[in-house]
Every structure is written in structure tokens, then in C-alpha cells.
């Protein structure tokens, strides 16, 4: 078995040990009602299981993550695509996750950390799992110091985003009918939609590649050169999801039937004529579809807004706590995302391109994200923000994160594509 074999086979190894820590985490908070024990000694007694076990889960991680570094033919640091950075940023959230619970000593706070993680390196797997030759940009030291540090800095925002969410679910009152509580009802239940639409494109993604389901197209890309003639290319494109939506100007070259769909729908719109910019907006609208479905299946399972399934789990834990948590989460993170996605970052820009700022979109959004939590912290320390508006500034940090991520990597066209290879 070569080093590579085994790196598989320990993130595997990992993914399950994050499941079954999640479950023991479950048990551990939910079901200390229906324990014959003492409730502060059952959850002691699960909580210590859970966390061992997922504790032995990061430590599968970390050998897959060694082994697949040393392992590959080039000695690289796995982080150079998408499916390696995800599972690393999984790996660090794992990481943020331990040192918080060493400080805190809250169960409770696995029950939401650990299906974020299991949640992102599934994602992680939807991408082509090949170690990947590094383009010269990234054959550089600073690859190593600027992207494990940003995703570092990044994991801790994870966790006080678990917590913030966690601080919403406690104090929101479920039962009152005022305008000012249905809101805040109203978007807490909307940031858990938007999780399982996450995880309705993760499971569409799986089921559809166990079919084997694969549409092709030709496109036609009319672009105008320096001299203001018009070029034309003609590219292949590829669907692994029903076609939905087609590429824009493109012509069917084979559709396998799926429900009786043997064509696209719609074509997408005139100003989405990249080569994968069909193909992104068909996954977009197959995670909406797929993740409606399955918070569709769970609302009528519990006949009731999920917020208001999780919020009577969370009625013996002391808000404050949450609060405190979320808050020293994210101020032990944004120096580390500071020195990693600043600093580190813009001496890597120097190296690689010859400047230390170029308005690329991922510098951008990571400076909006930096100017966020830069805000967050001056609200909570300066002006006293604490309770409900830490707690959704914390939330909508983290979105502002993944949408860094994900969004400007796949979706905005710059200097960074190369990740969402």
C-alpha cells in the first residue's frame, strides 16, 4: 500500500469518526432526558466519549493530511486545489474546535462543530481527488505560511459562528408572535435552510455520480480582440447533473433521460457565456431543488420550524457562556486570519506577480472579510455589542467566509480560479 492508499483510507478513517462524535455529542445533549443516570453526569459521561472520539478522528486526519503531503510525487503541501484546502480548512475547524473545548469544557458546542466539519470535507469530495502538479504561483514557502494560516484564522470564525448560531437557537423565544421575534425567527430558520441546501447539493452531487449520469454540449464563445475582430471557439462542455439549465449559445450533444427530462429547460442567460458558467448555475439550482427537498422532509417529519426542534435542546445552557465563546473564538482568530490572509498573502502577491495588492476578487472579499471582523471587534469592545447582535454578526462573518471561499473560487473568474480546479 502506498502512502497515498493509506492517506485515503484515514480521511475515510476521519469521516466516520466525525460522524459517530456527532452522534455521541447527540446522545450526550439530547438524551440526557431520557437517561436513568443524573443529567449533569450522563452528559459528562458522553461528552468525555465524543470527545475522544473526535479527538481520534482529528488524529486520522492528521495522517491523512502527512501522508498525503510526503506521499505525493512532488512533496507538495496538500492545499494547492479545492478538495485539498477543504479538507484541510475541515482539519483546522477540528483543530479551533479542541483548543475551545479545552478552555470551555462544552459539550454542546461538538453538536454544532463537528457537522460543520463533516459538512465540508463532504463538500471537499465532490472535487477531483488527484494530487495536482503545482502551477508556479504556488511553488512558493508562502503557499504553506499564507493558506494554512488564512484557513486557520478562518476555523475559528467557524467556531464562533457554531456558537453565535447556538446563542441564537438558545434566546430566541419560538412561541412569540411578535413582528420583531418572527424576524429574527424567520432568518435564524433561513441560515439552517441555507446549511442543508448544502447539504442537498453535496448528496445530489453523490447520488448523481453513482449513476454515472453524464450530459455534453458544444458551446460557442464569440469574443472581440485588441482589433475589434470578432473570434470565435467552440468548447466541450460536461454536466454530472441533469441539464436544467444549458450553457448559453451551445448545442445538445448527448442527454442521458432523467424522469422523463431528455433536454434542458432553460439555457442560461446571455451574460453567463463562460465555458462553466451553465454548468455552475445548473449545480446552483440542483442544490436549491435537492435542499429543499430535504428541509421540506424534516419539516414535516417534525411538523415544526427546525429552529424550534433544536431550541428546547438548548434550554439548560447558559447563554452568556455561548456569547463569551463565540466572541473568543473569533479574537484568537482574526490575528491568525490577519497574518494569513493579509500579510502573509500580499508578500506571496509580491513573489508571485510583483505587486502586494492588485483588486484581484479574492484579495478583495478577503478584505472584506477582514474589515468585518475588524468591525465585530470594535462593536463588542468599544461599543458594548454583546448577546443577540455579536451573535449575528458572528453568523454573517462566516458567510461572508464561505462565500469567499466557495463563491469567489468557482464562480468570480481571477488570479485565484485555479483553486476550483
Request: hydrophobic fraction near 55%; include cysteine.
Amino acid at each position: 500500500m502506498t502512502l497515498l492508499e493509506f492517506s485515503s483510507d484515514a480521511f475515510m478513517a476521519a469521516f466516520f469518526l466525525y460522524c459517530f462524535a456527532f452522534m455521541f455529542y447527540v446522545i450526550a445533549i439530547a438524551g440526557k432526558k431520557w437517561s436513568n443516570r443524573d443529567p449533569v453526569e450522563h452528559v459528562k459521561r458522553w461528552g468525555r466519549i465524543a470527545f475522544i472520539v473526535s479527538t481520534t478522528g482529528l488524529a486520522a486526519h492528521l495522517t491523512f493530511f502527512f501522508t498525503r503531503w510526503f506521499g505525493s510525487p512532488m512533496k507538495q503541501i496538500p492545499t494547492s486545489n479545492m478538495y485539498e484546502f477543504m479538507t484541510f480548512l475541515g482539519m483546522a475547524i477540528m483543530i479551533a474546535y479542541t483548543i475551545v473545548y479545552a478552555m470551555y469544557r462544552k459539550p454542546l458546542l461538538g453538536m454544532f462543530a463537528l457537522p460543520l466539519t463533516v459538512i465540508i470535507i463532504a463538500y471537499a469530495s465532490v472535487f477531483p481527488q488527484e494530487v495536482q502538479p503545482l502551477i508556479p504561483a504556488l511553488n512558493s514557502i508562502w503557499l504553506k505560511v499564507h493558506v494554512t494560516t488564512a484557513a486557520l484564522g478562518e476555523a475559528f470564525f467557524a467556531v464562533g459562528f457554531a456558537a453565535g448560531l447556538m446563542y441564537l437557537l438558545r434566546v430566541v423565544n419560538f412561541e412569540d408572535k411578535t413582528k420583531a421575534a418572527r424576524r429574527s425567527q424567520f432568518w435564524i430558520e433561513f441560515t439552517l435552510y441555507s446549511i442543508i441546501v448544502i447539504v442537498g447539493f453535496i448528496i445530489a452531487v453523490f447520488t448523481f455520480r453513482g449513476m454515472g449520469y453524464v450530459a455534453e454540449f458544444t458551446q460557442e464563445q464569440v469574443t472581440i480582440d485588441n482589433l475589434g475582430a470578432e473570434q470565435s471557439t467552440v468548447s466541450n462542455v460536461k454536466y454530472y447533473l441533469p441539464p436544467i439549465v444549458k450553457p448559453y449559445n451551445s448545442e445538445v450533444v448527448s442527454v442521458e433521460s432523467f424522469l422523463g427530462m431528455d433536454k434542458p429547460l432553460f439555457e442560461a442567460p446571455h451574460w453567463m457565456d463562460g465555458v462553466n458558467a451553465g454548468r455552475k448555475l445548473n449545480t446552483v439550482v440542483w442544490s436549491i431543488i435537492a435542499g429543499t427537498l430535504l428541509y421540506g422532509l424534516l419539516r414535516l417529519l417534525f411538523r415544526k420550524r427546525l429552529g424550534a426542534v433544536i431550541h428546547p435542546v438548548m434550554q439548560d445552557i447558559d447563554p452568556d457562556d455561548l456569547d463569551e465563546i463565540s466572541y473568543r473564538a473569533i479574537a484568537i482568530g482574526f490575528p491568525i486570519f490577519t497574518l494569513g490572509a493579509l500579510i502573509f498573502a500580499m508578500i506571496w502577491a509580491e513573489i508571485a506577480w510583483g505587486r502586494f495588492w492588485g483588486w484581484d476578487p479574492k484579495e478583495v472579499w478577503a478584505l472584506i472579510t477582514w474589515l468585518f471582523y475588524s468591525a465585530y471587534l470594535h462593536f463588542r469592545l468599544s461599543k458594548g455589542w454583546q448577546g443577540l447582535p455579536s451573535a449575528w454578526l458572528a453568523v454573517i462573518g462566516f458567510v461572508i467566509v464561505l462565500f469567499t471561499l466557495i463563491g469567489v473560487n468557482l464562480i468570480i473568474a481571477g488570479l485565484h480560479s485555479y483553486s476550483g480546479t
